[in-house]
């Protein structure tokens, strides 16, 4: 009996070696940019009212467990060129696993049903539109440093194409995250196409089920005048925060 206690006792401590193997323990935590307002977790969505939380400032936050599984959160301000005065913002937030090749690069794939996105461009629209979001992403590369500035984990990541990603900083380890599982299950089958969405006689929007990857439009009362004015302040303070020197 007591071999066998071993026995399997080894084999689990092997196993969870296997999987450490498997990942890099420096990319560990929760990771968020230079305004440090937008973290993963339940402070930016709330999946039992299934709703995103619109942080104080703009930013981007990911979180990775040490068995393969990420949170990503954004909250970007989008400046209009042709229309300055129109500016849009947009929160997403995806989780699901991750993967290292071992070309140096990340693989992200999230789970279909949960990923969500708020968008408000209240030149175009007059509500803000909530939908499902499915994106896999692909980073060609990443390096986690110590900050020379800052003097804490950094960690840059870089797009399929090289470009950089904003730095980010470590926050929290472990990483501050949802459960790592599907939580909002749908047995409903996707469409292909494009969304749409529908006016009643009355004149008010229903929702009507879209048909690109699962999306749908959720008719709820979002102020369209306060995110004009918030699109407007955070691209300012982002110009300004980008301008600070980030190293001695």
């Known amino acids: 009996m007591i071999t066998s206690i071993k026995t399997v006792a080894a084999f689990s401590l092997g196993l969870a070696a296997l999987v450490r193997a498997q990942y890099d323990t420096a990319l560990v935590g929760t990771w968020t940019t230079k305004s440090r307002k937008v973290v993963t977790g339940p402070g930016f969505y709330d ?7 619109e942080p104080e400032l703009t930013g981007i936050s990911y979180s990775f467990t040490v068995d393969g599984y990420y949170e990503e ?10 229309t300055p005065h129109c500016p849009s913002a947009v929160m997403q937030w995806q989780h699901g696993t991750y993967s290292l090749p071992g070309n140096g690069s990340i693989v992200l794939e999230p789970f279909a ?13 007059d509500r ?47 990483p ?14 996707s469409s292909t196409g494009k969304s749409r969405v ?3 006689d009355g004149g008010a929007q229903e929702p009507l089920m879209p048909m690109d990857k699962g999306s749908f439009f959720l008719p709820k009362e979002y102020n369209a005048d306060h995110w004009w004015w918030a ?11 980008y301008m600070l020197p980030t190293s001695t």
């Open 47 to 53: 999946p039992v009212a299934d709703r995103l939380i």
């Open 73 to 82: 959160a954004y909250y970007r301000a989008i400046a209009n060129p042709a």
């Open 113 to 125: 049903v949960d990923g969500r996105q708020l968008t408000s461009a209240p030149c175009s629209y």
């Open 128 to 174: 803000s539109i909530y939908v499902r979001y499915e994106q896999a992403e692909l980073f060609k590369s990443y390096q986690v440093s110590t900050d020379k500035f800052h003097n804490v984990p950094r960690l840059d990541l870089y797009k399929f194409d090289g470009s950089p990603v904003q730095p980010m900083y470590l926050v929290a380890t472990p």
């Open 176 to 189: 501050q995250m949802l459960p790592t599982q599907t939580l909002n299950p749908t047995s409903t089958p």
């Open 198 to 200: 529908k006016r009643s």
């Open 231 to 241: 699109g407007v302040g955070l691209t300012a303070l982002g110009t300004v925060l």
